[in-house]
């Protein structure tokens, strides 16, 4: 009944599997859309946030969809500055998870200030100074240029490009992009810093106080830098997720297996980075304020030193060698998990620079603090995940998300290697969300 | 945000980010200027022109 | 025309236009927020013209000095009055409070009648005629029967107008029973009997002290005055006083204290004697005031004799090489004065004994009567009123004894034993009683039984300006005025070495329908007529009160105070007066056996202290909001009161921190949370008193338990006073 | 950037759809509508926004300023005095009124009423205050009128010589009065004493060049006029 | 225009805090309360939901008994100057400017109309002296009669912490200003807490004049951030060079010694006038 929306080209699944999952979708969305009003109206008092810890779980989910979201500038840049053209192939997959993070994120952010009606006095009576300033004014810019980006690819829809207007505005947008890209690449460049920089020039706060370039502290670049190399991580995961949903080949694996290598060696240097400034902050900067090292890692197991050493080893270098080494970049199995663990790796990163900066004494009789979200927290962070589920689910019945589509899943005449490929499309669905989109899955094949 | 405003200030601070914002927004609005007017023109020349 | 959708695409978007080009969006966006900033919901605090009015606190003993800041007509702050010889502009954490109970939801608005059961909450309001009627004919009927005795009345203190008229009312109705609550005045006054042979009170002029020994006395835990033992302490900083704090527990007091000897519970009256004995021993005591004002030395020595520093080494818990060493520091010091306490000393008198042997110590260097030391301060006598004229029933009744025994045989040292009363039950128990300005049903050590013998009260009447514990089960409240809507006289004891006389006055008009008790009091008496009517021939009060005061109301009025700067003591030198240090009852109270704590320690194992926090309001007066926020979480978390376990304890017990347990005492249990604590001695058990009131307001009724409800009395053998400092416990899981 | 070959499909399927629509809506009315829209949102904006945002009220009663400003001797400050801590005692009390109006002076309406409505019975009068400023604001009347020796006229215009009271209005959403924020709605003013935003004191207070305590603006800090 | 700015001299208004006469007795902590509209709520045992401009904090020096030790060590707000006057912790984080350091009072400012409540200045203070309203603000009925107009009270979802009282500095400026003077003397302006505190404990005052006490108690260093020169007076977390105008004196080396942290086998003092840069 929808089929004059559908891209030419390619097959969908039927609408009562595609509704069966936008309503569970959209259930939890519900869920988390009374959680949310219920915070806007009743106040921050509905969460377990309390005056030691200020910033909590949303705060890590705004930080950690931001990071993730990172794929949506790092391949623009690469696609449209360095004229990497196999990217083609992946960017409005990587600017669709973008925009989906992004306004997720301001959407958190509006939920999480006290007072939401005044939310806009971040702009209008900026602060110049602080980091938080910085990162509301370059996210809602560079939101704006992933809704430019993202706009081209919604008049793409079938019934749309009708128009002529819509046409000829997609296309001349698409022609421009490059100038969007670059303009997003320097708004990205400086949101994600100053979102490290956010934790970074705390220094009243010894265990996220950085040093740095003039007011940039070390964590500025290095969250950058990490959002760059995890970021399209976050996109070849989602999309490998999105294939064995589907159960389709979507991308070809020279353009996975290229954003991955380059994804490999920004980890690999991130890394290298990275453990550079935690010696320096560990051996430098923190005795100086008078502590040890191990003392940030010494009252509980949930903040022990095992944090350190799988936000770095096993999240770091382990996925970065994984993905520049060639056999094991190859290998679907290993990729995967690769790719996993880099997404995992920055989510522990930005969890640990907010949650437990909160947590760390300063002074020297003050305690240790612990948190548990409530369920308003958890709906309300639960939300841009089926939000983003939503999004995704009409997007890629709608757009012509992946140009690979209709050349990698000729709709006839079968081949064998098609059937393969959609077999393995049922394994997928473990978590709610992948559920959801597990019920669009068999009508791919 | 804007010279008008209370916090406004005259230093190195606001211009360099203010300038780099401002920038960047011109350059968003430029372009999506520049795309809408020539979607307009190309409309009115009939359809789709450039293929 | 076609309105099709491109058209209405078009209209919108011009209408999208024209808006941003108009006041509309841009000025809902700033009026919403500006509306944010004016929450209706939120007050705004009217201005007006600020100005201060001085009137005296009466929330403790300690009568400070406070100006009460106003704005028009309301009352917005309290701070300490600068010029005020008690308190010299601070102000205490419960006095800075006072406009929470000024506005605060427990006033009671008008009298009130019980319509239920008693306790149950059900009450209606009377006018003031009909409730003073009432209680009036129920005091007829009383002395009806010829039995004026039976109506009995409890007060916080005899002291002042109010008090006096209370007393004259029970004088001419005839009957003997008037009770004040206890406290360590009580003892110091006691032994001041026997030792002195007068009747008067005891002050301390401990600015002037430089080595101050204290057995227990909670001295910045809220004990006399305590703004000014808060002054004089900051001031034997300056001077490089030395403070010994003798107490289990490291309080406020002893953690402030240049040292603290933590001894056993219980065991001060022993150390007393034996750095008695030391002194007397090394002969390092003032022979000059020994030997010159004091008798029968030789019958203290007799007595010291036993009280070796090994002896009480054994008791205490200390090395004998540290008793001798701080009898003999105490010795030599030149301005030394030792104190006897137990914490605030507001909820018992405690051992005589004790009291005596500390008072001993003094007398012993000394320190009686002189500069830095321990003063012996007149009564006020400025009450003047001629006797009133007393009918046959009254004169039977008057001749009748008191019913807690007060004053006669055994019990000759105390003036008022409402714990034997109340508590034990000894004693015929009132046909009438009433309750003003204390509340016995919450404050009174072994509560259970308390509240039992209050049930067998046909009639209680509270006058209570708060629905406490008492009022909420009382017959009849007629609810005073609050400090701060009425005028009366304060004279401030609470170990002031000089005499001090207050004003309270009003600083706000009445809030609810509530009356000045001394109106009452005179209201009252009318109503029973005869010779009480005729006992109180004043207007009003105020017109009593200006009369009684006629010399000192000028300067009253004017200063907020009356005080005499010049006063010192009586010097030996001029007297006749003797210190007498043994002999007859006084050898009974310092041979009474110690006070061994209720209970069988095989079964008990712990011992249960109470002790008293300046941040937690444990008498009359139920803490304020504002108090119990500050109340620490290693007090008070949720609803739960924290026991202080030492850890060695806790371990031996195996309760951990934050652990709910059970708290059992032979008289009561109750469940409580672990804190563990090394400023508690290992064995022995800290519950603070003034939580788990079961009246009051919703910030402060269910907040931990009343640890009355766990402690129960022992009487002292000599005197009756309570001295029961603690009980046998021990902890359950729940 | 989806492959353009599909685009060129799609469009070619169905060119005649799209010129026909196109053709059929006609321009002028496109733009007509865009006028429409314009227009009516601009009239909104603009005229009726303002009437519907602010409610009017009246005084209890009128006042005639010139009238008491020609009687008394210390102009203002007659009235609208300082107290001796400095503070400024702004709206007189029924208390100093009653000095003169315990009986009626003179023939007006207004005043019979004071008298009677409020005099008799000792009742403040419950006078709706145009320049109310809201309870963040700390302003000192004394720093203003003793320091910077300013004019009342500077901050409240031609009040004091007035002969009758304005309606008082106030914004519905804010409580403000009107005069806050000024008559102008787009808030452009004239005069000094048009409008009484945080920005209007700012304006002042530059131009007097005086204050430069604040790390962050270089401006006055906020705690000067800010409680 | 700026000459009649620097023709006064700004003020640096700091504290000092006996720790050895302070009590712990709270009453600074009610008075604030009482002077400054601080709500309560029915259960305010969990101290990290309780607003307390002014906290007394409890510190022992983890001994066993009876050897234990306990001091009170009262905390208001800091009021850091920061490494260049003006860059405390959260005034430098604010976004919306909300909070400010005044140069001529060097007191750190808090607008609650202006904050929206990102609580990012909280997460910056490491002193905690920073409070977030949870809740709208409740004052059981009748209680509102007692709110002071000089300080207006917060709304929900903003922040506040102490103000070192700055309404009182606002109404002794405009005695002043009708009296024709424009300086203050030292005991028209003083903090509630000050003036409550039984045990005289906090002395309140311009750290820049030296008639005044706390100038002479604490000797500041004024060229090197107002470090105290007096031995037995310190800051705490000098090391995170803060620079606050809360100063804090005792005579006993572990409550010294308590105000900052110390690496495993260090020494108080060796590092404790460097900072970092």
């Not at chain 1, 890692?297 to 096993?314: A, F, H, R």
Request: hydrophobic content about 40%; glycine content about 8%; proline content about 6%.
């Amino acid at each position: 009944m929808d089929s004059a929306l559908i891209p030419e080209g390619v097959k969908r699944c039927p609408t009562w599997k595609f509704l069966l999952a936008l309503a569970i979708a959209g259930a939890v969305l519900l869920w988390g859309v009374v959680a949310m009003l219920m915070v806007w109206f009743k106040g921050l008092n509905q969460t377990n946030m309390n005056d030691y810890y200020g910033f909590a779980l949303w705060i890590w989910a705004d930080l950690a969809f931001i990071a993730l979201g990172g794929g949506a500038f790092f391949t623009g840049l690469l696609r449209y500055i360095f004229g990497i053209k196999e990217l083609k192939n992946i960017i409005n997959y990587a600017v669709l998870i973008g925009f989906i993070c992004y306004s997720s994120a301001l959407l958190i952010l509006a939920i999480d200030i006290g007072q939401p009606l005044r939310g806009w006095f971040i702009f209008w009576h900026a602060n110049v100074h602080s980091m938080l300033t910085e990162v509301a004014f370059c996210l809602s810019c560079y939101f704006a240029v992933l809704c430019i980006e993202y706009l081209p690819l919604v008049l793409e829809n079938r019934q749309l490009d009708k128009v002529p207007f819509f046409h000829n505005l997609s296309h001349n947008m698409h022609e421009t992009m490059a100038v969007f890209a670059a303009t997003g690449a320097f708004l990205s460049f400086f949101h994600q810093g100053s979102l490290g920089g956010v934790a970074g020039v705390l220094f009243g706060r010894p265990f996220a106080f950085r040093t740095g370039i003039n007011i940039w502290p070390w964590t500025f670049f290095l969250f950058t830098w990490s959002a760059a190399a995890y970021g399209p991580c976050f996109t070849l995961f989602i999309t490998w997720l999105t294939e064995k949903i589907t159960g389709k080949k979507l991308v070809k694996d020279n353009v996975v297996e290229l954003l991955a290598k380059i994804a490999g060696w920004m980890i690999i240097t991130y890394v290298v980075a990275k453990i550079i400034d935690t010696v320096y902050w560990a051996t430098v900067t923190a005795p100086s304020l008078g502590f040890k090292w191990t003392f940030f890692y010494s009252d509980n197991p949930l903040y022990g030193k095992w944090i350190l050493l799988t936000e770095i080893v096993l999240c770091g270098i382990v996925p970065g060698l994984l993905l520049i080494f060639g056999p094991t970049r190859r290998n679907p199995a290993a990729r995967v998990i690769a790719l996993l663990l880099g997404v995992l790796g920055v989510s522990l990163n930005r969890w640990v620079m907010v949650l437990q900066v909160m947590a760390v004494p300063v002074m020297s009789f003050d305690k240790w603090v612990l948190y548990y979200p409530s369920w308003q927290e958890v709906a309300t962070t639960l939300l841009p995940v089926a939000y983003g589920v939503i999004l995704i689910l009409i997007s890629y019945r709608y757009l012509p998300i992946f140009p690979q589509e209709p050349e990698l899943n000729p709709i006839a005449p079968y081949t064998p290697a098609n059937g393969a490929e959609a077999t393995a499309g049922g394994q997928a669905g473990d978590e709610s969300e992948t559920e959801a989109v597990g019920q669009a899955a068999p009508a791919g094949a | 945000m804007f010279p008008f405003c209370f916090e406004w200030v005259w230093d190195m601070g606001h211009l360099v980010f203010h300038g780099g914002l401002w920038y960047a927004l011109s350059i968003i609005g430029m372009g999506m200027t520049y795309c809408i007017i020539k979607a307009v023109i190309d409309t009115r020349r009939g359809g789709s022109s450039h293929h | 025309m076609k309105v099709d959708r491109r058209s209405f695409l078009s209209l919108l978007i011009g209408g999208a236009a024209g808006t941003a080009l108009s006041p509309l969006p841009w000025k809902l966006t700033d009026d919403l927020s500006i509306w944010t900033q004016n929450w209706p919901w939120t007050p705004v605090p009217p201005r007006g013209e600020s100005y201060y009015e001085t009137t005296t606190c009466t929330l403790c003993p300690g009568g400070c000095g406070i100006k009460v800041r106003k704005i028009d007509q309301r009352c917005v702050k309290i701070e300490g009055a600068d010029e005020h010889p008690v308190n010299k502009g601070g102000v205490c954490i419960l006095g800075l409070s006072g406009l929470q109970l000024l506005y605060g939801p427990t006033r009671i608005r008008t009298p009130l009648k019980r319509v239920g059961k008693r306790g149950e909450g059900k009450w209606e309001p009377v006018s003031w005629d009909q409730a003073l009627t009432r209680l009036a004919d129920k005091l007829k009927e009383v002395r009806a029967q010829g039995a004026p005795e039976k109506a009995a009345c409890l007060l916080d203190s005899s002291r002042g107008t109010v008090g006096h008229l209370f007393r004259r009312l029970m004088t001419v109705y005839g009957s003997p029973n008037f009770f004040t609550m206890p406290s360590v005045e009580d003892a110091y006054r006691a032994a001041l009997k026997l030792t002195q042979g007068i009747e008067a009170r005891v002050g301390f002029d401990l600015e002037n002290a430089d080595f101050v020994l204290s057995f227990g006395c909670g001295l910045l835990d809220g004990w006399g005055s305590p703004v000014r033992v808060f002054k004089a302490n900051s001031t034997w900083k300056e001077n490089h006083a030395t403070v010994v704090q003798i107490e289990p527990r490291l309080s406020n007091t002893a953690a402030k204290a240049d040292h603290w000897l933590a001894i056993k519970p219980g065991s001060e009256a022993e150390l007393a004697l034996a750095m008695a004995n030391v002194i007397v021993g090394r002969n390092l005591y003032r022979s000059e005031f020994v030997d010159g004002f004091c008798e029968n030395f030789q019958g203290l020595k007799r007595i010291l004799a036993l009280h070796t520093p090994e002896a009480a080494a054994a008791a205490t818990g200390l090395a004998p090489e540290v008793v001798v060493k701080w009898a003999v520091e105490f010795a030599r010091a030149s301005r030394p004065v030792a104190l006897y306490g137990r914490g605030q000393g507001r909820t018992a008198a405690g051992s005589l004994r004790q009291c005596m042997a500390v008072m001993l110590l003094n007398a012993l260097v000394g320190a009686v009567n002189r500069a830095g030391g321990m003063w012996t301060v007149p009564d006020y006598d400025y009450i003047g009123w001629e006797e009133p004229e007393l009918d046959e029933v009254a004169r039977a009744g008057l001749e009748r004894p008191r019913a807690d025994g007060a004053g006669s045989g055994k019990y000759t040292p105390a003036s008022s034993l409402v714990q034997r009363l109340l508590g034990s039950g000894a004693g015929q128990l009132p046909e009438v009683l009433m309750v003003a300005r204390c509340n016995p049903l919450y404050s009174l050590p072994e509560n259970g039984a308390v509240k039992d013998n209050f049930d067998k009260i046909p009639f209680v009447v509270s006058f209570s300006s708060f629905m406490d514990e008492t009022a909420a089960n009382a017959d009849l409240v007629l609810p005073e005025h609050v400090y701060l809507e009425r005028l009366e006289d304060v004279p401030v004891t609470a170990g002031l070495s000089c005499p001090v006389i207050g004003l309270c006055q009003p600083v706000t008009e009445p809030r609810w329908d509530t009356r000045s008790l001394g109106d009452v009091v005179i209201a009252l008496a009318r109503k029973i007529g005869d010779s009480a009517a005729a006992a109180f021939q004043w207007d009003d009060y105020e017109a009593c009160l200006k009369e009684t005061l006629e010399d000192k109301w000028d300067t009253l009025e004017e200063r907020g105070f009356w005080y005499d700067a010049e006063f010192r003591p009586p010097a030996w030198e001029d007297g006749e007066g003797k210190f007498r240090l043994a002999g007859g009852k006084l050898d009974e109270v310092l041979q009474a056996d110690e006070i061994v704590p209720a209970g069988d320690p095989a079964k008990f194992p712990l011992i249960l202290v109470p002790y008293d926090s300046i941040r937690l309001a444990h008498d009359y007066i139920g803490d304020p909001p504002f108090m119990i926020k500050a109340v620490g979480d290693d007090v008070l978390k949720g609803k739960d009161v924290c026991v202080q376990i030492n850890p060695a304890t806790a371990r031996k017990f195996a309760v951990s921190e934050g652990s709910i347990v059970q708290l059992i005492t032979p008289v009561g249990k109750a469940r409580v949370r672990v804190h563990l604590d090394e400023a508690v001695m290992p064995g022995v058990l800290y519950v603070p008193r003034g939580l788990g009131h079961t009246a009051y307001d919703a910030y402060l009724a269910g907040k931990g338990i009343n640890v009355n409800a766990l402690i129960g009395s022992l009487e002292d053998p000599a005197s009756g006073f309570d001295a029961a400092w603690g009980i046998r416990a021990k902890l359950a899981k729940v | 950037m989806s492959s353009q070959e599909d685009k060129v499909k799609t469009l070619s399927e169905t060119p005649a759809d799209c010129q026909a629509g196109q053709g059929s809506g006609g321009g002028p009315f496109i733009v007509l509508f865009f006028i429409i829209g314009f227009v009516a949102s601009l009239v909104v904006g603009w005229v009726i926004f303002p009437k519907v945002l602010y409610s009017q009220k009246s005084q209890p009663f009128d006042f005639n300023h010139r009238l008491h400003l020609e009687q008394v001797d210390d102009g203002c400050q007659s009235c609208h005095f300082f107290r001796e801590d400095g503070s400024f005692a702004g709206v007189p009390k029924l208390e100093q009124c009653i000095d003169c109006h315990e009986d009626v002076q003179g023939e007006s309406e207004d005043e019979a009423v004071f008298v009677e409505q409020y005099v008799a019975k000792e009742r403040e009068v419950p006078w709706l205050i145009y320049s109310r400023q809201p309870n963040c604001v700390f302003f000192p009347h004394a720093a203003h009128i003793f320091g910077a020796k300013l004019e009342c006229r500077t901050c409240h215009g031609d009040t004091g010589t007035s002969e009758s009271l304005k309606p008082y209005e106030e914004n519905r959403i804010t409580g403000y009065s009107r005069d806050i924020w000024g008559r102008n709605i787009a808030g452009f003013k004239s005069n000094t004493w048009d409008r009484m935003k945080m920005d209007d004191c700012a304006q002042c207070h530059e131009t007097a060049g005086i204050h430069d305590s604040s790390v962050q603006t270089g401006r006055d800090a906020c705690f000067v006029c800010h409680k | 225009m700026k000459q009649e700015q620097t023709q006064h001299r700004p003020k640096r208004y700091g504290m000092v805090i006996d720790l050895d006469k302070c009590t712990g007795c709270g009453s600074c902590m009610v008075a604030c309360m009482a002077e400054n509209n601080v709500s309560f709520k029915k259960d305010e045992s969990d101290k990290l939901l309780s607003i307390t401009w002014m906290r007394v904090y409890k510190i022992t020096n983890g001994k066993p008994f009876p050897d234990t030790d306990i001091c009170y060590i009262p905390r208001p707000c800091q009021h850091c100057a920061g490494q260049h006057e003006g860059h405390s912790p959260c005034v430098s984080v604010c976004p919306a400017t909300a909070t400010d350091y005044s140069r001529e009072t060097g007191i750190v400012s808090q607008i609650y109309t202006r904050c929206f409540g990102c609580r990012y200045c909280m997460a910056a203070c490491p002193y905690h002296a920073r409070y977030f309203n949870w809740w709208d603000p409740v004052w059981p009925d009748g209680m509102e009669k007692y709110l002071n107009p000089d300080v207006s009270p917060r709304m929900r979802g903003v922040v506040e912490k102490c103000s070192f009282c700055f309404q009182r500095y606002q109404a002794a400026k405009n005695k002043a200003y009708l009296e024709g003077r424009r300086e203050l003397e030292e005991d028209e302006y003083q903090t509630a807490c000050t003036q409550a505190c039984p045990a005289g404990a906090i002395v309140f005052g311009d750290l820049n004049n030296p008639d005044h006490l706390v100038h002479k108690m604490v000797d500041p260093d004024l060229k090197h951030g107002g470090r105290p020169r007096n031995p037995e007076v310190f800051r705490l977390l000098e090391r995170l060079g803060t620079n606050p105008k809360v100063y804090y004196k005792s005579g006993r080396q572990w409550v010294r010694k308590a105000g900052d942290n110390y690496l495993p086998g260090e020494k108080p003092g060796a590092d404790m006038h460097k900072s970092h840069s």
